[in-house]
T-cell receptor
Framework: DAGITQSPRYKITETGRQVTLMCHQT?????MFWYRQDLGHGLRLIYY???????DKGEVPDGYVVSRSKTENFPLTLESATRSQTSVYFC??????????FGPGTRLTVT | AQKVTQAQTEISVVEKEDVTLDCVYE???????LFWYKQPPSGELVFLIR??????QNEISGRYSWNFQKSTSSFNFTITASQVVDSAVYFC??????????????FGKGTKLSVIP
């Protein structure tokens, strides 16, 4: 299916564990983004990528790692999950005129 | 500084009423884009509209209309004859230059619209 997908959709993990959230898009968009959405904070940018092998920090990058070896994939890794990283995570890719298209989101709970 | 303000945190209307969601922005850029997104209770974020700073024409799409006024730095969204399916959180966003040829979106905090049957 064309579009942007995220997996898993729901994840429960324990404090200290490594977790990787996957993001895949079929449009060949150059730019991709990771956001977290928390009540009271709205959408905050974690990391973004301008192309394969080019990534940069957003507003709240601490505790997260990204990579982008292929244009279509942009995984987000929590190296050692903390309770404060409990959130809904959205991946997005950017269309032709700056609009962003979002994936369905991953709801992550860190216990 | 780039900023998007949605002063209305929550709005409730009765079905078939018209409702306007306010969005005020701040930017130093002379060329910029504004956006509206919808987040229904199911959680996904849906792109609704993009408007560039050179085009101040109002836009209408079915029951939705958008009023862009550069003089007041506002980009308001009106739903005519609201329906229960319009219940969602609506986000206004502004694209901003973040250096090295990259642009990011700055989002407002969102307005939660509840349409009561």
């Amino acid at each position: 299916d064309a579009g942007i997908t995220q997996s898993p959709r729901y994840k429960i993990t324990e404090t200290g564990r490594q977790v990787t959230l996957m993001c895949h898009q079929t449009w060949s968009h150059s730019y991709m983004f990771w956001y977290r959405q928390d009540l009271g904070h709205g959408l905050r940018l974690i990391y973004y990528s301008a192309a394969a092998d080019i990534t940069d920090k957003g507003e709240v990058p601490d505790g997260y790692v990204v990579s982008r070896s292929k244009t279509e994939n942009f995984p987000l890794t929590l190296e050692s999950a903390t309770r404060s990283q409990t959130s809904v995570y959205f991946c997005a890719s950017r269309g032709l005129v700056y609009e962003q298209y979002f994936g369905p989101g991953t709801r992550l709970t860190v216990t | 500084a780039q900023k998007v303000t949605q002063a209305q945190t929550e709005i409730s209307v009765v079905e078939k009423e018209d409702v306007t969601l306010d969005c005020v922005y701040e930017t130093r850029d002379t060329t910029y884009y504004l956006f509206w997104y919808k987040q229904p209770p199911s959680g996904e974020l849906v792109f609704l509209i993009r408007r560039n700073s050179f085009d101040e024409q109002n836009e209408i799409s079915g029951r939705y209309s958008w009023n862009f006024q550069k003089s007041t730095s506002s980009f308001n969204f009106t739903i005519t004859a609201s329906q229960v399916v319009d219940s969602a959180v609506y986000f206004c966003a502004l694209n901003r230059y973040s250096g090295a040829g990259s642009y990011q979106l700055t989002f407002g905090k969102g307005t939660k619209l509840s349409v009561i049957p």
